[in-house]
């Protein structure tokens, strides 16, 4: 398995607060992504990145930011937290455009009360 | 643009049957596919994938899916269920012209009993 790892693993927060998720991957991968899983929905893109300082919207990326400023780290940010973004939050890494497989990091439980 | 359609959000079964997930797709574009597996309180974890070549591929854990591109399906099959393949099981696409990112169903738990 790629050595992806996610920090915090659980946090729950108040609404209004600013959370910053944390992903960091060891394989040199080129993209990095994140989805949030909920129930019923499978997982959905959140925003993802094709190259350090390069990303670009998801699906469901409203209330979203997202930074990459090493390969190895991509961070995902809710600029001011809501209970609609209380989910499990997992983070994605792929080799390059010529590599299709992603590869999953443990994912992080976020509760906004 | 692409989706993925899981027929079954739950399919419960006994320990030794057999099991299928069904799992179709649309697409405009030829695309490759993939199964996830992701058991309790884990992240996903590749089950199998078709990119090309023999429509019937084999995984991990004695899984095999095969690709049927006239039905746009890619139905997961094991021969004889273990407690242990209690999970949840992801269906996933991506486009195989500079494709970014996987699109995925929506889910199916597959619940083995004894």
């Known amino acids: 398995d790629a050595g992806i790892t996610q920090s915090p693993r659980h946090k729950v927060t108040e609404t209004g607060t600013p959370v910053t998720l944390r992903c960091h991957q060891t394989?040199?991968?080129?993209?990095m992504y994140w989805y949030r899983q909920d129930p019923g929905h499978g997982l959905r893109l959140i925003h993802y990145?094709?190259?350090?300082?390069?990303?670009d919207k998801g699906e469901v990326s409203d209330g979203y930011s997202v930074s990459r400023s090493k390969t190895e780290d991509f961070l995902l940010t809710l600029e001011s937290a809501t209970s609609s973004q209380t989910s499990v939050y997992f983070c994605a890494s792929r080799p390059g455009l010529d590599s299709y497989e992603q590869y999953f990091g443990p994912g992080t439980r976020l509760t906004v009360t | 643009a692409q989706s993925v359609t899981q027929l079954d959000s739950q399919v419960p079964v006994f320990e030794e049957a057999p099991v299928e997930l069904r799992c179709n797709y649309s697409s405009s574009v030829s695309v490759y596919l993939f199964w996830y597996v992701q058991y309790p309180n884990q992240g996903l974890q590749l089950l199998l994938k078709?990119?090309?070549?023999?429509?019937l591929v084999k995984g991990i854990n004695g899984f095999e899916a095969e690709f049927n591109k006239s039905q746009t399906s890619f139905h997961l099959r094991k021969p004889s269920v273990h407690i242990s393949d209690t999970a949840e099981y992801f269906c996933?696409?991506?486009?195989?012209?500079?494709?970014?990112?996987?699109?995925f169903g929506k889910g199916t738990t597959l619940s083995v009993s004894s």
């Open positions: 996933a696409v991506i486009p195989n012209q500079a494709g970014t990112a996987l699109i």
């Open positions: 078709y990119l090309s070549g023999s429509t």
């Open positions: 990145s094709y190259g350090v300082k390069d990303t």
């Open positions: 394989e040199n991968h080129r993209y």
